[in-house]
């Protein structure tokens, strides 16, 4: 059996640096993809499966801190538990990626 790439053509990492953000594999299973064996390949098939089930929490790395953390569940609400915050303004050259909730919070202050 011959596991198909997940490449999507969209090849742009995430701002930690750690997953391409059209396929959700990390660099590691990029690098070695050609060389993975089928079971390597239907794990981390599985992976991201399980990252883009509606509701299902994301492992990101936290832009300005770096620390990973998880997005899209533990709100109050159900969803994300960044929903409970009040909405942020952009600023120029922002990151695209999440803050964790210390940073979130932080910014969310004023600080």
């Known amino acids: 059996m011959s596991v198909a790439s997940p490449c999507i ?5 995430d701002t930690s640096g750690r997953y391409c953000t059209g396929c959700l594999r990390t660099l590691d299973e ?3 993809w050609s060389q ?8 981390a ?12 929490p994301r492992e990101l790395h936290c832009s300005h801190c770096g620390q990973p953390f998880h997005c899209g569940s533990g709100g109050q609400r159900g969803g994300c538990w960044c929903a409970d915050l009040p909405p942020l ?3 120029p050259g922002a990151s ?6 210390g940073c979130l ?3 969310a202050n004023g600080g």
Do not use: E, Y
């Open 89 to 91: 303004r952009s600023t």
């Open 105 to 107: 919070h932080q910014l």
């Open 30 to 32: 990029i690098a070695g």
């Open 45 to 56: 098939l599985a992976r991201i499966a399980a990252l883009s089930q509606p509701g299902s």
């Open 36 to 43: 993975a064996d089928d079971a390597r390949k239907l794990a």
């Open 9 to 13: 053509g969209v090849c742009q990492l």
């Open 96 to 101: 695209a990626d999440c803050l964790c909730p």
